[in-house]
């Protein structure tokens, strides 16, 4: 049993939001694959970074189970820890094991799945004119308010079958939820509310949209349970395909390679997002999974009921999984573990949605301003303060104005 990096690694603020990158690099060379941290609070946890070893636990469900009940620091969290939000059991796909997480994963691939993929890129594309046309007769915007996070949100709107403004609201509650901030409860507690909401609208009034899909499948999702279903979509499509949307441009702004891979059409959108789910990926860390038992794991002895953090970010940039031409990402090799693995992975339907929506998000902004610039050095960037999502604060740009193209 290896007696590295005996001290815990402080989890939050510092290195870890402004370079998590050469974080994990010194975690590695200090502890290992998996890591002793410190959550906000000093609340302790495992984060593997190891690729192969972070393979493992997702493979094991068995070993490294989903149900936030079999924590053994519940005594150590108080009623207003700003990361409760995130480890809280609810009756969810996410923490569900078993034949109960199977007959929910099935409902929900389903309800995505009845998604019609050619209306989605339709609609994405009009929407992502409609946020251009906002800011494109002026000489700059704050690209990620504007545009990078809204479009997954009026996406998903349309999705769910809602009007913008609602689904603004739900997008910006949802994402001082994922922050973790001291007003990350209060932010659940009214998404639960908007979710009743609309589950009562779709229970009276069905549509074609994926709520009504839910509450219709044979699965028999009651009301209770398919309000904190739907937050779930709403947290796993909106936060990490904004951040993937706003990653990759970042890049493009920041990184003359990736740039010019893209200007010079070396590259497709496709294949460009593809290496920015190995080098930045939007969920850096996910909480999480619960040692079923005593258990060894990357050289360190968990404990039965020890929170175990997956350290995607960190299990991406493993150097194990790069050869020395360069990221696995500019081979197009697509093993990344950014959507998980196993059993509790990101459904597929939600996947190929999540990529019609970045793709589009790129190719639509790159044909209408084909100028942008960064307004700032990329130093003077900062990153949101939520220890589960990778992505800047704001990114604010300039470009050549051009005329509004209207509705269409």
Known sequence: MSD???????????????????????????????????LEGDVPAWLVIGYRELHHVLSSPDVFARASHRWNAWDRVPEDWPLLPMVLRLPTVLYSE????????????????????????????????????????????????????????????????LDDERGDEAASLMTTMIDGGAEAMDAQRALMAAMADIVAQRRADP???????????????????????????????????????????????????????????????????????WEDTPTQVHAGRYAAHDVELGGRL?????????GLAGANTDPDVHSGTGAPGDRGNHAHLSFSHGEH??????????????VTGIEVLM???????????????????SPWVRGVASLPVAFTPVPPLGEN
Request: with cysteine; proline share 6%; charged share 25%.
């Open 98 to 161: 078993g034949e109960e997480h199977r007959r929910r994963a099935g409902a929900l691939s389903d309800a995505l799945a009845g998604t019609d993929l050619h209306e989605l890129r339709t609609v994405t594309t009009r929407m992502a004119d409609r946020l251009i046309d906002a800011f494109c007769s002026s000489t700059g915007t704050d690209l990620r308010l504007a545009y990078t996070a809204r479009l997954p949100a009026l996406v998903l709107s349309w999705l769910y079958g």
């Open 367 to 385: 044909d209408r301003l084909p100028d942008l610039e960064l307004m700032v050095a990329a130093e003077e960037l900062r990153w949101r303060p």
């Open 302 to 310: 968990l404990r039965r009921g020890d929170l175990v953090l997956l």
């Open 345 to 358: 992975r990101c459904p597929y339907p939600a996947q190929e949605i999540a990529e019609i929506i970045a």
């Open 207 to 277: 549509g074609g949209d994926v709520v009504s899909r839910l509450l219709a499948h044979p699965a028999g999702y009651t009301d209770e349970e398919a309000v904190p279903e739907l937050i779930v979509l709403l947290g796993g499509g909106n936060q990490p395909t904004g951040e993937w949307l706003g990653n990759a441009l970042r890049l493009m702004l920041t990184d003359d390679r990736f740039a010019a891979s893209i200007a010079g059409a070396r590259r497709s959108a496709q294949e460009a997002l593809n290496e920015v789910l």
């Open 4 to 38: 590295r990096g005996a001290c815990p690694v402080r989890l939050h603020g510092g290195d870890f939001r402004t370079d998590p990158g050469g974080l994990y690099q010194r975690m590695r060379a200090e502890h290992g694959p998996v890591v002793p941290v410190l």
